[in-house]
């Protein structure tokens, strides 16, 4: 049996307290904002991997971007509307500018 940590997991979050139905749609509408960013980068990966001379530089920033968003995603705390309204606004339009080109 793992120790407590200092840091709490979402999961330990979402069993503390009781929600709102607002805060459940904004809670879940932030974790699709990042799985639409991490699918995005997974889009990105695949077509240049399958380039026939892909970049291998552009593979493993999009590789580690995907990282950075599962940790991102990790760290969400369901009692922070903030952090919540930040990552729906940032995540959703990093998506947006991943799939027409532009990041």
């Known amino acids: 049996m793992s120790t407590p940590s200092s840091k709490s997991s979402t999961t330990e979050t979402l069993n503390s307290r009781t929600w709102s139905n607002e805060e ?3 809670y879940e509408a932030a974790i699709e904002a ?3 960013a ?3 980068y997974s889009s990105k990966i695949a077509k240049e ?3 026939e ?11 580690a971007a995907r990282r950075h968003l599962a940790r991102e ?5 369901s009692d922070d ?3 919540i309204a930040a990552a729906r606004r940032e995540y959703a339009q990093l998506a947006r500018d ?3 080109g532009r990041a």
Do not use: F, H, M, Y
Not at 53 to 63: C, L, T
Not at 73 to 77: D, G, N, T, Y
């Open 49 to 51: 991997r399958a380039k």
């Open 73 to 77: 995603r990790e760290s969400l705390r």
């Open 53 to 63: 001379s892909p970049d291998q530089a552009v593979i493993e920033d999009a590789i």
């Open 34 to 36: 990042i799985n639409g």
């Open 24 to 26: 459940t749609a904004a």
């Open 98 to 100: 991943l799939r027409e």
């Open 38 to 40: 991490v699918g995005a």
């Open 81 to 83: 509307a903030e952090q």
